[in-house]
């Protein structure tokens, strides 16, 4: 069981952002954050890097960030401290039917530093005989400081096992 758990976590990872460390703010300039993302596993937890490049005008913002999986994301700014964030990723491996993909949108909440994030990522890809499709939901609640962003954020799977399946991860990052 632990190993199984174990794949899931490494599997989530490599499909989806695990971690968003994005202000509500679209970036005016260009911004360059490099991390770490722990995620709960059966006893104990797996460290997963994080690196992310921005570039926008402070009401668009374009990015590419890397963490197995190779996402690319555009933010636009709704109102002061509200974006709407939309992202592709490509996981690290390619199935044998196709490209695997992930995509997800969510909305980005700030107040002061604080931050939250509700989204829903698409999954979809085939490899060997496991296809695997659908919708996984994301919470993340932040903080976005001067240089350093954190985090807590927990994925869940409402038809995973039966009861649903949660993966919880704290992640953290410095801005440069």
């Not at 401290?81 to 199935?95: A, H, I, M, N, Q």
Request: aromatic share 12%; net charge negative; proline share 6%.
């Amino acid at each position: 069981m632990r190993f199984l758990w174990g794949a899931l976590v490494w599997l989530l990872a490599g499909c989806l952002p695990v971690a968003v460390l994005r202000s509500p703010e679209p970036v005016a300039g260009r911004s360059l954050a490099l991390g770490l993302s722990a995620v709960g596993a059966e006893g104990g937890a797996l460290l997963v890097p994080y690196a992310a490049y921005a570039q926008g005008d402070g009401s668009t913002e374009y990015s590419f960030s890397v963490q197995l999986g190779l996402r690319a994301g555009l933010k636009q700014a709704l109102f002061p401290g509200v974006s709407l964030d939309l992202g592709l990723t490509l996981p690290p491996f390619v199935g044998q039917e196709g490209l695997p993909l992930a995509a997800d949108a969510g909305l980005l909440l700030g107040l002061g530093g604080f931050y939250f994030s509700p989204r829903v990522h698409w999954l979809g890809f085939a490899y060997q005989e496991l296809n695997i499709s659908g919708f996984i939901y994301q919470a993340t609640l932040g903080y976005a400081g001067e240089g350093f962003l954190g985090e807590v954020g927990v994925l869940f799977n409402p038809r995973g096992g039966g009861q649903g399946a949660a993966l919880f991860s704290l992640s953290a990052a410095v801005r440069l």
